[in-house]
Each structure stands twice: as structure tokens, then as C-alpha cells.
């Protein structure tokens, strides 16, 4: 799979988090030296280091040459060291990529705010699934109804069994995941009470896409996931549809336009499909894999559709 290029956007909001916000920045300097060279970072630690109230030291680090700092539309509010930096190149690290143990402490340093990520799909929202707090920015910011359950990523398919009861063929989830896909299963007691508490069901996603599934490894936990846009309007294929929402984030990731950029079956977002009944399965929202994941289902595991 082809790795996207990335920015990411730190604002670390609250004065708790001075500290530990320039430790991480540190460190993520020395990840994108190290991934990237000196003379395509040199602007991008600037853009780092002011982000965090970092002394910007000698060489000019701020050139507009050497590197390209993006700040919120002037049409909104920018929430307080709001900035989104564009990275040059690959920004994908796998995971079992020795460059992973430079950046693990500024992802969560920046995991537990409120951001938006790419994803196979569509851009979603992302917060702790753990932080009660934080699922009732995203309804908020969203002006969604707390009665519409938000999805959880996973980094792994091993990690569904965790936070799940699954009564599915293990077969069937790695034909299915990483993918275009919401599984829907029983959750388990390891989830936050707080997460969809109407329900005793979950939506699983593990996106086909390389950052996001670092990303959620590094974290270490399950990540609430929603279309990045606000109820109701379009969803977004690229940063730039939902700028309105940047300067409510913490964190922006740009991974360049999803999908092909421009298919409009990639705004109906991942098929979501409910499989807590053993032998059935029924099809909550057609999304973009409608067709291959319901032949999946019926031809290779002989699940009969519900309805």
C-alpha cells in the first residue's frame, strides 16, 4: 500500500500539558531528522518548536522555503497554538520500524486531545474511547446526537477480541478488516461504560490505512472514531472540507485526499454491517463496499442476511 504524505498540527491547550508538550516535541524532532534529513526539517522544527514556546535558535528555521506552516481559515477563532505543519515525503513509519521508538511519546502526548485523521474512507474525528470527557467533545463539536453511537478503531484484528464478543469465524474478520468496514458485535467490559451506553453492541473499524493503524498501536487502546464534518453536512475527503472544525482540534493529520479524491462512493463512508447474530448478518448503512463485503458474507461463510 502506498504511504500518503502527512502533517500533523499540535495545540496543546491546557498548562498541564507544557511540559510534557516539549519533551514530545524534542522527540519528534529527532524522528523527522532522522526519517527525513536536516535540510527538509530544519522548517518544520521551527513550526515544532513554536507550536510549544520552544527557543527557535540560530539557522532561520522559520524560511517559508524550508518549510510550510498552514494556520487556521481567518474567518474562525484560532484555538491558542493552533498549527498545522506539512511534512515532505513519506510520512508512514510500520510498525516494526525501529524509527517508531522516536515519536511514540509525542503521538501520546497529542492521543488523548480531540484531532482529525485520514482514514481509508472518509476523515474522521478521533479521541480516547476511554475519556468520557473527550466523547462528549466530539458530539458537541459535531452537534450530533448523543443517541448515534460512534465506532471504535483498532491498530489489529487480535484486538477485536478484547473489546468484543465475537461468535464470527476469525477467517471471516481478516477477509473483512483492515478495510472499508464497520463490524458491528456485542462489545465487552472493557470498554467505557460512557461509549454508547444505550447499547450493548460496538462498531469496529481497522481502516487500510498505514498511519491511522500506527497510530492506534502507539496509543495502546481503543479510539473513538466519527466522520470528521458536522451532523448532518458532507462528509470530507481531504482537510481543507472541513476547516471550519480546525480550530476546535488539537491535532490534524493530512494525509492527502482519501481514496481516489474524487469517487463520490467514498462520502458514503465504510459499510457497516451488524454481525451479533450467529449465522445472519444485516447491512445498518450500504457505504462504499456494499457489494463485495455482503458476497464475503454470503458465498465464503454462508451468513444469511436478516431481512
Not at 142 to 159: F, I, M, N
Not at 237 to 252: A, G, I, K
Amino acid at each position: 500500500m502506498t504511504s500518503p504524505n502527512f502533517s500533523l498540527s499540535f495545540g496543546f491547550e491546557h498548562p498541564e500539558y507544557s511540559s510534557l508538550a516539549s519533551f514530545a516535541a524534542l522527540r519528534l524532532q529527532d524522528y523527522l531528522e532522522r526519517a527525513f534529513g536536516q535540510k527538509c526539517i530544519d522548517g518544520l522544527r521551527a513550526a515544532v518548536a513554536a507550536s510549544v514556546g520552544l527557543s527557535e535558535g540560530p539557522g532561520g528555521w522559520g524560511s517559508a522555503r524550508r518549510g510550510r506552516l498552514l494556520c487556521p481559515p481567518s474567518s474562525a477563532p484560532a484555538a491558542p497554538g493552533a498549527r498545522l505543519l506539512r511534512l515532505p515525503g513519506s510520512g508512514a513509519v510500520r510498525a516494526a520500524s525501529p524509527e517508531r521508538a522516536g515519536w511514540t511519546e509525542a503521538l501520546r502526548a497529542a492521543v488523548a486531545e480531540l484531532r482529525a485523521v485520514p482514514t481509508d474512507t472518509l476523515y474522521g474525528l478521533a479521541c480516547s474511547a476511554s475519556c468520557s470527557a473527550a466523547l462528549g467533545a466530539v458530539y458537541r463539536l459535531k452537534g450530533r446526537s448523543e443517541a448515534k453511537p460512534l465506532a471504535v478503531c483498532l491498530g489489529r484484528v487480535a484486538d477485536v477480541y478484547r473489546y468484543c464478543h465475537v461468535r464470527v469465524p476469525e477467517g471471516l474478520l481478516k477477509d473483512l478488516l483492515p478495510g472499508p468496514v464497520t463490524l458491528v458485535l456485542e462489545r465487552s467490559e472493557e470498554l467505557n461504560k460512557d461509549l454508547n451506553p444505550f447499547t450493548p453492541l460496538v462498531g469496529i473499524r481497522i481502516p487500510d490505512h498505514a498511519f491511522i493503524q500506527d497510530l492506534v498501536q502507539v496509543f495502546g487502546g481503543p479510539v473513538a472514531l466519527t466522520s470528521a464534518n458536522l451532523s448532518s453536512q458532507a462528509s470530507s475527503l481531504n482537510v481543507e472540507e472541513f476547516q471550519d472544525l480546525w480550530p476546535q482540534l488539537s491535532l490534524v493529520i493530512d494525509g492527502g485526499p482519501t481514496g481516489d479524491g474524487q469517487s463520490p462512493e467514498y462520502r458514503l463512508g465504510s459499510t457497516v454491517v451488524d454481525l451479533s447474530v450467529p449465522g445472519k448478518f444485516d447491512i445498518i448503512r450500504p457505504g462504499c463496499a456494499l457489494e463485495s463485503t455482503a458476497a464475503i458474507l454470503q458465498q465464503k461463510y454462508g451468513l444469511r442476511p436478516s431481512h
